[in-house]
């Protein structure tokens, strides 16, 4: 008998789609070929904001080897309704406004018209004869001008929410939302609250921060491949996080019944929050119904840039007080998020996290939704998160400075545990948050001495919700004793391998003998999208109870077989056993026929949102103060993952989310020309960290299991982009004593406030 | 009894309190009777009988996908809270 609790769980296989991905036999969106298959090209706006005076489509139409043009006017008009986008609740107008502009258009890049032709190169040419008027109106590019009351309008209509309620305040601020924990009292300009416990605090530190709109930067851009089929039914191949969530928004864009949509989830080349919406596929399907053939569309690169969603770029104020025993005693933030040219939601998000990771009693936390001329932002791993920590684990590494107190113990006394109440309400159910910092104290690396000049080691804790949501899967038993697996998780980062691993954990096999599959809508249960670090988590809890529902049928194939009752039957380590009789879960497979035919599991979860994940970075620097240059000299990224199923998985999302967290830290901005066009929309100028910048990221996985999942898991894909801009940023001061409160850390920037301070 | 948090915006209906003691088994016995005392607090929550898209409910603090069906205890702690996603 092994010590482990598990068999299978926490150990290291090779992954199932491992030798396709490395051989180059991983089928992708653009690797999709149909008989007939014809190729579309979107025309996009030149201008940040503009109102379409005429749109004439004669000449494209009329150009050799055109088969289709399409506009907004081939979108239906059903009547407006809000609809659930994952990501947050949109009318429908903005939806499809978004996939093709109507009347004006909201940022540059804008669709608004697409061809389709017998190649791309035909298309495009074609595309370019469309002629289009605009009117040029003033751009709101800057998301405090965009809340100024005579700011230039982004849309007319649009009116302030307050908790889903719209107010009468007209203007460009989608939404504000307040959080209030402890006593607080009215500000003393009459608008607003303030948190009591200030008075309390010895040390008060207030600032503001200002973070860049970064785009998640997968290499693999977005595509759609669709046929409208002459029954009436729209078949979709793209890249997409949910195929489920596809299929629905594609269905309200084109008003069918989502019965009528059939979306196959290819494999994905990098997401990160950014393949949840969706862009090309209903231009693709209209243009498809209209040529009768299928229609491809592959995003060129700029188009990814320009017309796809980055994460907001934002403003936020934070004013922390602590007393000199090193307890906070409140807190007050202001937080504004440049959403683009549509309203997201995601300052929510930042505003749950900010403090998540703190016991604080007085707080008041003010967010403000703003829409720009930008693109529409969408998720990015742990959305709205990453910029907020930047601003509160600043502000908290400052109080610990002015305390004399060490950054980690600081944070220790004032750590968030279970039941600690967080600033949305709720309490923390079983968090992880000590654990990761008593982890971050303990390692080598927090305790290794840092020499030389210039150099500075810098920490930050981060967190993220985590969501439950629904999965579904099915298991059926091979007569050869394996298993085959059909789920309808989109696999971004293994996760067939995690969630197979589940099964054949419950099952007595090898991860070996489960083969999953990611099935297309028509052949699974509805299963929300790969997102919110809910997949392992609740895909896997699907396929523990799938798994359960084999045990349960093979347990009366045997009683059949041994003319015993199923409940005198157990099963243990892939043997059904009663009395001294044994047999192996293969021999039982083996005789499925002779007893009633074929076994098939299925599993249905709908799980209460996870207990989150917390996460921590170390960084070490070195500043070249001549030339602002940062070179990360050692890294290690530590995370709770509940209970780590594939721990080189785990890994790999901590690796890959801290090296994130670095291009956010230092390198990746969205440059703006003043008339609001992106000025570096291609990977040769938009900097992304290479492997010359980041430096071998050291993991440490932290287990503190979710008492609500059958094997404890967290998800872990999110919480570890959360802290590295902060600890950087941390790490830089202490290197230097400067303190950049702008994302990136600029070497401009760092070289004008080094020459500040000499001056 | 089961204890709901009301969000900043909703306490213009209350009388300013934030926290409030409800008889119900379940979340929306809590919503029916709140409304008993406190009438509009059914409209701010609910659309077409469920929860607005955007609103989701908070028991004990996990984030229930069942909404107005989740069950509660007499020591619940109900908040309503903003919907989340993830990326």
Request: proline share 7%; glycine share 8%.
């Given at each position: 008998?092994?010590?482990?609790?598990?068999?299978?769980?926490?150990?290291?296989?090779?992954?199932?789609?491992?030798?396709?991905?490395?051989?180059?036999?991983?089928?992708?969106?653009?690797?999709?070929?149909?008989?007939?298959?014809?190729?579309?090209?979107?025309?996009?706006?030149?201008?940040?904001?503009?109102?379409?005076?005429?749109?004439?489509?004669?000449?494209?139409?009329?150009?050799?080897?055109?088969?289709?043009?399409?506009?907004?006017?081939?979108?239906?008009?059903?009547?407006?309704?809000?609809?659930?986008?994952?990501?947050?609740?949109?009318?429908?107008?903005?939806?499809?406004?978004?996939?093709?502009?109507?009347?004006?258009?909201?940022?540059?890049?804008?669709?608004?018209?697409?061809?389709?032709?017998?190649?791309?190169?035909?298309?495009?040419?074609?595309?370019?004869?469309?002629?289009?008027?605009?009117?040029?109106?003033?751009?709101?590019?800057?998301?405090?001008?965009?809340?100024?009351?005579?700011?230039?309008?982004?849309h007319e209509d649009l009116r302030m929410r307050e908790f889903g309620e719209t107010t009468e305040r007209a203007g460009n601020i989608a939404e504000h939302f307040r959080f209030v924990l402890g006593e607080v009292e009215p500000s003393p300009t009459g608008e607003g609250l303030v948190p009591k416990g200030f008075a309390d605090a010895d040390v008060i530190v207030e600032r503001?921060?200002?973070?860049?709109?970064?785009?998640?930067?997968?290499?693999?851009?977005?595509?759609?491949?669709?046929?409208?089929?002459?029954?009436?039914?729209?078949?979709?191949?793209?890249s997409t996080q949910g195929a489920f969530s596809a299929r629905e928004a594609i269905a309200w864009v084109l008003d069918l019944p989502v019965s009528r949509v059939c979306v196959y989830p290819m494999e994905v080349g990098g997401a990160f929050g950014g393949k949840i919406r969706i862009y090309l596929e209903p231009v693709a399907a209209l243009l498809s119904r209209k040529c009768g053939r299928p229609v491809q569309i592959v995003m060129p690169r700029r188009d990814v840039f320009e017309a796809t969603g980055p994460t907001p770029g934002t403003v936020i104020r934070v004013k922390m007080g602590a007393r000199k025993d090193g307890r906070i005693s409140a807190a007050q933030v202001w937080m504004a998020y440049e959403t683009g040219a549509f309203p997201s939601g995601q300052c929510a998000f930042g505003a749950m996290c900010i403090l998540a990771p703190y016991d604080i009693p007085n707080l008041v936390i003010d967010g403000y939704d703003v829409v720009v001329n930008k693109?529409?932002?969408?998720?990015?791993?742990?959305?709205?998160?990453?910029?907020?920590?930047?601003?509160?684990?600043?502000?908290?590494?400052?109080?610990?400075?002015?305390?004399?107190?060490?950054?980690?113990?600081?944070?220790?006394?004032?750590?968030?545990?279970?039941?600690?109440?967080?600033?949305?309400?709720?309490?923390?159910?079983?968090?992880?948050?000590?654990?990761?910092?008593?982890?971050?104290?303990?390692?080598?690396?927090y305790r290794a001495p840092l020499e030389g000049?210039?150099?500075?080691?810098?920490?930050?804790?981060?967190?993220?919700?985590?969501?439950?949501?629904?999965?579904?899967?099915?298991?059926?038993?091979?007569?050869?004793?394996?298993?085959?697996l059909v789920e309808g998780s989109v696999d971004l980062s293994g996760t067939r391998t995690s969630i197979a691993m589940q099964a054949a954990e419950v099952l007595g096999l090898r991860p070996d003998q489960v083969h999953p599959v990611v099935a297309d809508t028509d052949s699974i249960g509805p299963t929300a999208v790969t997102g919110g670090s809910r997949t392992t988590y609740a895909t896997g809890w699907a396929a523990y109870e799938?798994?359960?529902?084999?045990?349960?049928?093979?347990?009366?194939?045997?009683?059949?077989?041994?003319?015993?009752?199923?409940?005198?039957?157990?099963?243990?380590?892939?043997?059904?056993?009663?009395?001294?009789?044994?047999?192996?879960?293969?021999?039982?497979?083996?005789?499925?026929?002779?007893?009633g035919g074929p076994v098939i599991g299925r599993g249905a979860v709908n799980p209460a949102s996870a207990g989150g994940s917390f996460a921590g970075a170390i960084a070490d620097v070195e500043v070249d103060p001549g030339t602002g240059k940062v070179r990360l000299l050692r890294f290690t990224s530590l995370q709770d993952a509940g209970r780590a199923v594939h721990p080189t998985a785990v890994e790999g999302q901590m690796q890959g989310g801290s090296a994130q967290g670095i291009g956010w830290a230092l390198f990746e901005e969205y440059a703006w020309t003043a008339e609001g066009a992106m000025a570096n929309s291609s990977l040769l100028d938009y900097r992304e960290p290479t492997a010359l910048d980041v430096p071998p990221i050291?993991?440490?996985?932290?287990?503190?299991?979710?008492?609500?999942?059958?094997?404890?898991?967290?998800?872990?894909?999110?919480?570890?982009?959360?802290?590295?801009?902060?600890?950087?940023?941390?790490?830089?001061?202490?290197?230097?004593?400067?303190?950049?409160?702008?994302?990136?850390?600029?070497?401009?920037?760092?070289?004008d406030a080094l020459r500040a301070r000499e001056n | 009894m089961p204890i709901v948090f009301l969000p900043p915006p909703l306490l213009a209906l209350t009388g300013g309190r934030a926290s409030l003691e409800v008889e119900g088994a379940t979340v929306g016995e809590l919503i029916e009777n709140l409304d008993r005392t406190w009438p509009?607090?059914?409209?701010?929550?609910?659309?077409?009988?469920?929860?607005?898209?955007?609103?989701?409910?908070?028991?004990?603090?996990?984030?229930?996908p069942m909404g107005l069906f989740e069950k509660v205890s007499p020591a619940s702690e109900v908040h309503f809270v903003t919907a989340v996603s993830g990326g």
């Open positions: 008998m092994s010590d482990r609790p598990y068999e299978v769980i926490g150990t290291r296989p090779v992954r199932h789609d491992g030798a396709d991905k490395v051989t180059g036999r991983a089928k992708f969106g653009a690797d999709v070929r149909l008989p007939g298959m014809v190729y579309g090209y979107v025309l996009r706006s030149p201008h940040a904001h503009a109102r379409i005076r005429r749109l004439d489509t004669t000449r494209a139409e009329q150009f050799p080897g055109v088969l289709a043009v399409v506009t907004a006017a081939d979108l239906p008009e059903s009547p407006d309704r809000p609809v659930d986008l994952v990501e947050g609740t949109l009318p429908l107008r903005y939806v499809r406004a978004n996939v093709l502009a109507r009347d004006k258009v909201l940022y540059k890049g804008h669709a608004v018209a697409a061809v389709a032709a017998v190649n791309r190169h035909v298309a495009e040419e074609a595309a370019s004869l469309i002629e289009v008027d605009y009117e040029p109106l003033p751009a709101v590019l800057d998301v405090l001008g965009a809340m100024r009351e005579d700011a230039p309008r982004v503001e921060f200002r973070t860049a709109m970064v785009h998640q930067g997968y290499l693999e851009p977005q595509n759609a491949t669709a046929l409208w089929n002459q029954d009436g039914r729209v078949y979709v191949w793209t693109p529409s932002t969408a998720p990015y791993r742990a959305p709205g998160a990453t910029q907020a920590a930047f601003a509160a684990e600043s502000v908290v590494d400052e109080l610990a400075e002015k305390l004399g107190m060490d950054p980690i113990e600081f944070r220790l006394k004032n750590a968030a545990r279970e039941g600690t109440r967080r600033a949305d309400g709720p309490k923390h159910a079983r968090i992880g948050c000590v654990e990761v910092l008593e982890a971050m104290r303990n390692h080598p690396h000049q210039n150099r500075g080691r810098g920490v930050a804790l981060g967190y993220w919700f985590n969501i439950g949501w629904y999965s579904a899967c099915t298991i059926s038993v091979n007569p050869d004793g394996t298993v085959n799938a798994a359960h529902d084999v045990i349960r049928q093979m347990k009366q194939r045997a009683a059949m077989i041994w003319d015993v009752e199923p409940a005198a039957i157990s099963f243990e380590r892939g043997v059904f056993r009663t009395g001294e009789r044994t047999m192996t879960f293969a021999e039982l497979a083996a005789r499925l026929e002779e007893t050291e993991t440490v996985i932290v287990e503190v299991p979710d008492p609500e999942h059958p094997f404890g898991v967290r998800g872990v894909g999110e919480a570890n982009i959360v802290p590295p801009p902060a600890a950087i940023a941390n790490a830089v001061y202490r290197a230097v004593g400067v303190r950049l409160r702008q994302l990136p850390l600029k070497a401009s920037a760092l070289v | 509009g607090l059914r409209d701010r929550l609910l659309d077409g009988g469920r929860l607005r898209p955007h609103i989701r409910v908070a028991v004990d603090g996990r984030i229930s």
